[in-house]
């Protein structure tokens, strides 16, 4: 068992003259063997919550609790819990074997031998075996990383903790390490929270993912939600690479109006925006703004000018200037088309983003008016994720 839950979890530091709230109310509800990322800009607060979880930092307020059982007060090493941190955090006058044994010989009364058999297991599992005898000045970053991956495992933890673990990895191995990552979790089926500020170990790693600002829970939900279903213009404009495109926009006798286009919408749409003030923020994901030849049989149609052209191999991004705004289109990688370039593109109905001008809440997701319960805040989110 390692179902975990962060309930109502409050971090300040500082003084009063000088007081932030790193981590503000918050509700996290994580499934036994569930793989969990949380995902936000630095200073979001994640690495904090991580450490309260962990016990390397106290709680100002709010419970941490561990199948049923509040751990918030115990100390780390009785939490059942074992973490990987950034920098590895290897002893480095000691071997890869010692630091993986470390852990174990000083908190269980296991004998060598038993230990020496988890640590032998640990590194088949992690493909280390060749590399027991050698100190972390001798062994690469991915080895560091498999090292430390190692001395959690033999800890046969309820749960996994891990702060950045790839971020100093290069880009090659981050994603090979990325893919082992996912498949020792599923292998091990342990309760896993992973923090990463990447946007691809977000979509990809993870069942589902919490996306934190400012300390507060913004969305919990698969990726594939959070992704087309934002709960404010927080959360569209985060998750994504590249990012959505963003417009101020003004409702007008059924259309969303700009100087540089309109877009007339349909009748649910219009109803869910009557009522409130015409100003709303219009948000496009890149790859769903039809160019060319789509757009030209498409009906709202205009005319752009292409500033750059960004080919990346399997696709190609455009930037030009909206309404004032930067514009970012994906296109085929064998388009042709170059800077200076201008062509026809269409905004589709079916795909646009509307958020609330003022406090950014999504009020409709890709065409589709956004039910009342789908609201932003973390108690909603997190009571939602629990249902």
């Not at 003259?17 to 969990?36: M, Q």
């Not at 015409?278 to 790859?287: A, D, L």
Request: glycine share 8%; charged share 25%.
């Amino acid at each position: 068992m390692g179902e975990l839950k962060i309930e109502n979890l409050t971090k300040d530091f500082g003084t009063d003259e000088n007081h932030i709230i790193a981590v503000d109310n918050l509700d996290i509800h994580i499934e036994d063997g569930e793989f969990l990322i949380l995902v936000g800009p630095s200073g979001c607060g994640k690495s904090t919550t991580l450490r309260c979880v962990a016990g390397l930092e106290q709680p100002t307020s709010g419970d941490i609790v561990l199948n049923g059982n509040p751990v918030t007060q115990r100390k780390p090493k009785d939490r059942n819990m074992a973490m990987v941190f950034q920098n590895y955090a290897l002893y480095p006058h000691m071997t890869a074997r010692e630091n993986m044994a470390f852990g174990l010989r000083m908190t269980t009364e296991l004998s060598s031998e038993e230990i020496d058999e988890l640590v032998r297991d640990a590194s088949t599992l992690m493909g280390i075996d060749g590399l027991l005898e050698k100190k972390p000045g001798e062994l690469s970053g991915g080895q560091q990383q498999r090292v430390a991956l190692g001395r959690a495992i033999v800890r046969d933890p309820e749960v996994f903790l891990m702060d950045e673990p790839l971020s100093n990895l290069d880009a090659k191995l981050r994603t090979q390490m990325r893919t082992e990552l996912q498949d020792l979790q599923q292998d091990l089926d342990v309760t896993t929270m992973y923090v990463t500020h990447d946007q691809t170990e977000a979509m990809t790693m993870g069942d589902r993912i919490a996306i934190l600002d400012g300390g507060e829970l913004q969305q919990i939900g698969t990726p594939e939600e959070c992704y087309q279903e934002p709960s404010n213009q927080f959360v569209a404009g985060f998750i994504g690479s590249p990012n959505m495109n963003f417009f101020d926009v003004t409702l007008s006798d059924g259309k969303l109006l700009t100087d540089d286009f309109e877009i007339p919408l349909s009748g649910s749409v219009s109803d869910q925006l009557a009522g409130r003030e015409p100003e709303f923020v219009m948000g496009i994901r890149p790859e769903e703004i039809l160019s060319k030849e789509e757009a030209v049989s498409s009906d709202n149609t205009f005319t752009i000018n292409v500033n750059v052209v960004e080919p990346l191999g399997d696709v190609t991004y455009l930037y030009t200037e909206v309404n004032g705004s930067e514009m970012t289109i994906s296109v085929d990688r064998n388009s042709d088309i170059d800077p200076n370039d201008q062509i026809p593109i269409a905004i589709p109905e079916k795909e646009l983003h509307i958020f609330d001008k003022e406090t950014g809440e999504a009020l409709v997701n890709r065409g589709v008016p956004v039910s009342s319960d789908h609201v932003m805040g973390s108690s909603a989110q997190s009571d939602a994720s629990k249902a």
